[in-house]
């Protein structure tokens, strides 16, 4: 979905590194996700916000961190990359009623060596 | 809790053949229910929806019934083409908490 844009898309670094991956949106809409997709685990939540001053911890949120800098920006964080980091990373929006959808960005595929 | 289930992959089907993916859900409440498509190198796109009990989702030749006697939302299409080839998600979305769950995907490969 080209309203929802992350960067890098391919990235890799070496254990320790401090690394952010950022995500912008042209969409409007006030909810912004990163989930983490690995093979045969499906997605899983690390971090969401509801708005700019809204922040909330996923099901795995440790050595990650956020910043929502405005309505259409919600950067993700490792501040010190490991291993185990290894993985597709997505961001995602959606609306705030009850059906509406999730609207993906393209990934970003980060290699922690 | 809330979960999905889907079936484990990965599919393979010859071109033009019926295709069935199932999709069981648990929920405490009524959710709102999504099949979402990821083709190679791509992000997750949705396929189709369906908001209430009955409710059938319909999108590029792609069926899902929202069947809440047997907590199911299985996504079926009649003649499946090389270019379906992709991994598909099956989601639920809770009206309280708006959290989203997600099955773990099936990947199907469609040969000619």
């Known amino acids: 979905d080209a309203d929802v844009t992350q960067t890098p898309r391919n990235r890799i670094t070496k254990t320790g590194k401090r690394i952010m991956l950022e995500c912008s949106q042209t969409?409007?809409?006030?909810?912004m996700y990163w989930y983490r997709q690995d093979p045969g685990l499906g997605l899983r939540l690390i971090y969401y916000?509801?708005?700019?001053?809204?922040?909330n911890k996923g099901e795995i949120s440790d050595g990650y961190s956020v910043s929502r800098q405005a309505q259409a920006k919600f950067s993700l964080s490792l501040e010190s990359a490991i291993p185990n980091q290894t993985a597709l990373y997505f961001c995602?929006?959606?609306?705030?009623?009850?059906?509406?959808?999730?609207?993906f960005g393209n990934g970003t595929r980060l290699t922690v060596t | 809790g809330n979960s999905v289930t889907q079936m484990e992959g990965p599919v393979t089907l010859s071109e033009e053949a019926f295709l069935t993916i199932n999709c069981t859900y648990t929920a405490t409440g009524y959710p709102s229910l999504f099949w979402y498509v990821q083709y190679p190198g791509e992000g997750l796109q949705l396929l189709l929806k369906a908001t209430k009990a009955d409710d059938k989702g319909s999108n590029k030749g792609f069926e899902a019934t929202y069947r809440k006697e047997t907590t199911s939302f299985h996504l079926e299409k009649g003649s499946v083409q090389v270019s379906d080839s992709a991994v598909y998600f099956c989601?639920?979305?809770?009206?309280?908490?708006?959290?989203?769950?997600f099955g773990t995907g099936t990947s199907l490969t469609v040969i000619p």
């Open positions: 969409k409007g809409h006030d909810r």
């Open positions: 995602a929006t959606s609306e705030g009623r009850n059906n509406s959808p999730l609207h």
């Open positions: 916000s509801f708005d700019v001053k809204d922040i």
């Open positions: 989601a639920l979305r809770m009206n309280t908490g708006n959290q989203f769950y």
